[in-house]
């Protein structure tokens, strides 16, 4: 049986709410940020990441599940690629990699 135009639709259809995991780049090199150590919650499981949609705005954005973000993080992205490189390059530059993006 073939699938319908709106089966195949709802496959791709992605949430308005991903959850950016964390891991480290190196275990040997320390992991900061502009203020200090990174909330090392983030890639040991008890903190997450989100990019979600701003239902204010309709423009992409990323909140912690606890805790407020850094300065650097409270911006808001037309598209979720633009988040992501954004994050991306951030993390990066702190000894982190996105390793999975779970809708």
């Known amino acids: 049986m073939r699938e319908s135009f709106e089966d195949r639709l709802k496959v791709r259809v ?10 480290p780049l190196d275990e040997t090199k320390s992991i900061l940020n502009s203020t200090g150590l990174i909330d090392n919650r ?3 499981g008890g903190n ?5 949609i701003n239902p204010a705005s309709n423009l992409w ?4 599940e606890v805790g407020g973000l850094p300065q650097d993080l409270k911006q808001e992205f037309t598209s ?17 990699k996105i390793v999975e993006i779970i809708d």
């Open 42 to 44: 983030l890639y040991k």
């Open 14 to 23: 992605k949430s308005d709410d991903r959850t950016l995991v964390l891991k």
């Open 80 to 96: 979720f690629e633009k988040l992501l490189r954004f994050a991306s390059k951030y993390f990066t530059k702190r000894n982190l």
């Open 48 to 52: 997450t990441l989100h990019g979600m």
């Open 61 to 64: 954005c990323l909140k912690y």
